[in-house]
């Protein structure tokens, strides 16, 4: 079965750089998450989209901003890139029938900033 | 907003035993408790979710409890193994939407 792809899986930046972060959800899903996860901490709620429509906000600094195509896929961008910002990036996606339901995670995209 | 504690944050078993972890939500509203497993560089995986319509869900060795007037959630693995070991996390709904938030997890060791 087709599962959450994301590239690219590893990137590494240089302070004040910019990055983009690539999504593409299960086929027929229609909502993206994004989220941050440090090393050894829970997965933090960055932002989601439904219907290529932003749906909630999460603690995404303003640094940062995100859209959902038309085709679906989604891209995190990240300007300004800080020492903190290294971390685990998920994407998860789901397909809205009502309340909540399974989201699928990707692999993940690990960023480094220098 | 909603806010989830989760314990412990470290569990060592020996195969074979049962391993419990414990999770607190503050939002009554709620109403949604899945619990994923997460491996060494991989993405969050879900194992097994439970409403709020619903005390108990089993599958095979793992089952979850809810007790709403507790406002907790409960994760059992049952005849633990050695692949079981990973690091375990229980989340709600985030502020009523279909985001989730995440416990601190759980590591679970089992060792053979």
């Known amino acids: 079965a087709a599962g959450v792809i994301q590239s690219p899986r590893h990137l590494i930046k240089e302070k004040r750089e910019t990055a983009t972060l690539k999504c593409y959800p299960i086929p027929r899903h229609d909502t993206v998450y994004w989220y941050q996860q440090g090393p050894g901490q829970d997965p933090q709620f960055l932002i989601s989209f439904y219907e290529k429509m932003q749906s909630d906000k999460g603690s995404i600094p303003d640094r940062f901003s995100a859209q959902q195509f038309s085709d679906y896929h989604s891209e995190l961008n990240m300007s300004s890139l800080e020492l903190g910002d290294s971390a685990l990036y998920f994407c998860?996606?789901?397909?809205?029938?009502?309340?909540?339901?399974?989201?699928?995670f990707g692999q993940g995209t690990r960023l480094t900033v220098v | 907003g909603e806010n989830v504690e989760q314990h412990p944050s470290t569990l060592s078993v020996q195969e074979g035993d049962s391993a419990v972890i414990k999770c607190t939500y503050s939002d009554s509203a709620s109403n949604y408790f899945p619990w994923y497993k997460q491996e060494l560089g991989k993405g969050p995986q879900l194992i097994i979710d439970i409403r709020s319509n619903v005390g108990e869900k089993k599958d095979q060795r793992i089952a979850v409890t809810l007790n709403k007037t507790a406002k907790h959630f409960s994760l059992h693995i049952t005849e633990t193994q050695p692949e079981d070991s990973a690091v375990y996390f229980c989340a709600a709904p985030y502020q009523a939407g279909t985001a989730l938030i995440f416990g601190k997890g759980t590591t679970l060791s089992v060792s053979s």
């Open positions: 998860a996606s789901s397909l809205y029938i009502g309340g909540n339901t399974e989201a699928f």
